[in-house]
């Protein structure tokens, strides 16, 4: 009789378990699908299909041609963060469907022009108006990043490390602990680098290699040049002068900016107003396309890598009077083959 009063208490309480055990579970937040643009497909002069729409800047965002080229732009998440010269702040932004729209005017305030923004995936980082470089939390809170004399700085995704960048020094690799740039880990681009680049605009990573781009010369003529390194300091190829055994075929006459993305490099060439896109695998080349009617004929046009092979652009006009609508934002789109 006990043993029967026993069983049937351990049967109920399984049951009970069992049920409680199979309750569901709170769902998570679902983040809000990504909205398909419109883009209208165009040739390249060899025929490859890019995908170009034409952005709202709903509140007038306006980089400045003093702001660091390794760091007008930055993105974490669905958040860009962009050096606002009509607020002299760095403002985050977001894209609404064709509407690029500013969210928080003034993220951090007193920015001076030739500043850098970057990310280390967690935190914003920037030069501040004293030249010492400050993390930016998401709760607001301000730190101290680092307390080397760095000209700019860029972080490593995917990985607690960030990149230091100067115009005549080398690349320098440091990881990061406690919110804060820690020991040296190695040497990505050496200092002596003739041939490569003598005269660097910036760099850019994507989390695997760095890509410093810039112009160099070719013999008596000035040519744009992308070195490309791994993390590890190892060379892998340059783009640039086709003349070149070194060099990935692609004649650059220059390297304004760079964004890369999945499967592409992206440039442009602001001597001939060209955007020039490569293959990330090997440096060949995938196609050329004149960007004066696009861009107006505008060099000051600075780039960002998105998602699915998709490129921000955005172009400082060219007359006052238009300085009063801000920059023009565009969308490219590659199609893989």
């Given at each position: 009789?006990?043993?029967?009063?026993?069983?049937?208490?351990?049967?109920?309480?399984?049951?009970?378990?069992?049920?409680?055990?199979?309750?569901?579970?709170?769902?998570?937040?679902?983040?809000?699908?990504?909205?398909?643009?419109?883009?209208?497909?165009?040739?390249?002069?060899?025929?490859?299909?890019?995908?170009?729409?034409?952005?709202?800047?709903?509140?007038?965002?306006?980089?400045?041609?003093?702001?660091?080229?390794?760091?007008?732009?930055?993105?974490?998440?669905?958040?860009?963060y962009i050096g606002?010269?009509?607020?002299?702040?760095?403002?985050?932004?977001?894209?609404?469907?064709?509407?690029?729209?500013?969210?928080?005017?003034?993220?951090?305030?007193?920015?001076?022009?030739?500043?850098?923004?970057?990310?280390?995936?967690?935190?914003?980082?920037?030069?501040?108006?004293?030249?010492?470089?400050?993390?930016?939390?998401?709760?607001?809170?301000?730190?101290?990043?680092?307390?080397?004399?760095?000209?700019?700085?860029?972080?490593?995704?995917?990985?607690?490390?960030?990149?230091?960048?100067?115009?005549?020094?080398?690349?320098?690799?440091?990881?990061?602990?406690?919110?804060?740039?820690?020991?040296?880990?190695?040497?990505?681009?050496?200092?002596?680098?003739?041939?490569?680049?003598?005269?660097?605009n910036g760099i850019?990573?994507?989390?695997?290699?760095?890509?410093?781009?810039?112009?160099?010369?070719?013999?008596?003529?000035?040519?744009?040049?992308?070195?490309?390194?791994?993390?590890?300091?190892?060379?892998?190829?340059?783009?640039?002068?086709?003349?070149?055994?070194?060099?990935?075929?692609?004649?650059?006459?220059?390297?304004?900016?760079?964004?890369?993305?999945?499967?592409?490099?992206?440039?442009?060439?602001?001597?001939?107003?060209?955007?020039?896109?490569?293959?990330?695998?090997?440096?060949?080349?995938?196609?050329?396309?004149?960007?004066?009617?696009?861009?107006?004929?505008?060099?000051?046009?600075?780039?960002?890598?998105?998602?699915?092979?998709?490129?921000?652009?955005?172009?400082?006009?060219?007359?006052?009077?238009?300085?009063?609508?801000?920059?023009?934002?565009?969308?490219?789109?590659?199609?893989?083959?």
């Amino acid at each position: 009789m006990l043993y029967m009063i026993v069983l049937t208490g351990l049967l109920a309480a399984g049951l009970v378990l069992g049920c409680d055990s199979e309750k569901p579970q709170p769902a998570e937040p679902q983040q809000p699908p990504k909205v398909s643009l419109p883009f209208e497909k165009i040739k390249m002069d060899q025929g490859t299909e890019l995908g170009i729409i034409k952005l709202n800047n709903v509140d007038k965002i306006f980089i400045a041609g003093k702001f660091s080229r390794t760091g007008a732009l930055t993105k974490m998440g669905d958040v860009i963060y962009i050096g606002n010269t009509n607020t002299k702040t760095i403002s985050e932004a977001k894209l609404d469907g064709e509407d690029l729209k500013i969210t928080k005017a003034d993220v951090v305030k007193d920015v001076p022009e030739d500043s850098f923004i970057s990310n280390d995936g967690k935190n914003l980082i920037y030069r501040n108006a004293d030249g010492k470089i400050d993390a930016l939390a998401a709760d607001g809170t301000v730190t101290a990043f680092s307390d080397k004399k760095i000209k700019g700085m860029v972080g490593v995704p995917g990985k607690a490390e960030v990149l230091s960048f100067a115009f005549g020094t080398a690349v320098m690799r440091y990881g990061v602990a406690d919110g804060k740039v820690g020991s040296e880990m190695n040497v990505v681009i050496p200092q002596e680098r003739d041939k490569l680049l003598q005269d660097p605009n910036g760099i850019t990573c994507d989390g695997t290699n760095v890509y410093m781009y810039g112009t160099t010369l070719d013999g008596k003529m000035s040519v744009g040049a992308v070195a490309v390194y791994s993390l590890d300091g190892a060379k892998q190829y340059v783009l640039g002068n086709k003349y070149d055994k070194d060099r990935s075929p692609g004649f650059l006459a220059s390297a304004f900016d760079v964004a890369v993305t999945e499967d592409y490099i992206v440039v442009f060439d602001g001597n001939i107003r060209r955007i020039d896109i490569f293959n990330k695998k090997d440096g060949s080349i995938v196609d050329t396309m004149k960007a004066d009617k696009m861009f107006d004929g505008q060099t000051g046009v600075q780039l960002l890598a998105m998602e699915d092979n998709e490129v921000l652009a955005i172009v400082r006009p060219g007359s006052k009077s238009e300085h009063e609508s801000g920059d023009k934002v565009f969308m490219l789109k590659m199609y893989k083959s």
